[in-house]
C-alpha cells in the first residue's frame, strides 16, 4: 500500500506542476510587437535594410509579431547597443540592428574601457551582408 501512495503522491506532483511549465514561443509572441532598433539615422542603407527585415521577419517567427523599426543613431551605433544592453528588453521583444563596430571595437581594445555595455553579452543572429573582410 505504501508503494501505491508514492506513486499516487508522485502523480499529484507532477499534475499540480503541469500548469507552470513554459509556454510555447507562438503564445509568448502571439499579439506582441518586437522593435528593431537600428543604430543609424533613417534614410540610409542600414535603415533600408532594417525596414525591409522588419517588413517580413515577423512572419518567420511563431505567433506572428508586429516588428516596428526605431532609429537611434549615434556614436557609431554604440548609442543603440548601450540602450539595448541598459533599458532594452531581454526577453527577445527588443532588436538591435547595429554597425559590426559598435561590437567589435570594444573587444578589441579600441575605446573598449569606455564602452557603457559588455559586447560579449549580445545575442548574434545574422547579417544582410553577404560580403567578406580580409585584415592587411
Known amino acids: 500500500m505504501g508503494c501505491w501512495r508514492?506513486?499516487?503522491c508522485a502523480a499529484t506532483m507532477l499534475w499540480i506542476a503541469a500548469p507552470a511549465s513554459a509556454q510555447s514561443v507562438a503564445d509568448f509572441y502571439q499579439g506582441k510587437q518586437i522593435t528593431l532598433i537600428v543604430?543609424?539615422?533613417?534614410?540610409g542603407g542600414y535603415d533600408a535594410q532594417a525596414r525591409l527585415l522588419a517588413r517580413h521577419i515577423g512572419k518567420h517567427i511563431p505567433g506572428n509579431p508586429t516588428?516596428?523599426?526605431q532609429n537611434m543613431p549615434g556614436a557609431g551605433s554604440g548609442k543603440a547597443a548601450a540602450f539595448l544592453y541598459m533599458?532594452?528588453?531581454?526577453?527577445?521583444?527588443d532588436l538591435g540592428a547595429v554597425y559590426p563596430g559598435a561590437i567589435m571595437d570594444p573587444l578589441l581594445g579600441e575605446h573598449g574601457d569606455k564602452a557603457p555595455y559588455d559586447p560579449t553579452k549580445f545575442q548574434y543572429i545574422g547579417t544582410?551582408?553577404?560580403g567578406t573582410a580580409s585584415i592587411r
Do not use: F, I, R
Open 6 to 8: 508514492t506513486a499516487v
Open 39 to 43: 543604430g543609424a539615422a533613417s534614410g
Open 67 to 69: 516588428v516596428v523599426v
Open 87 to 93: 533599458q532594452g528588453a531581454k526577453d527577445g521583444t
Open 128 to 130: 544582410a551582408d553577404n
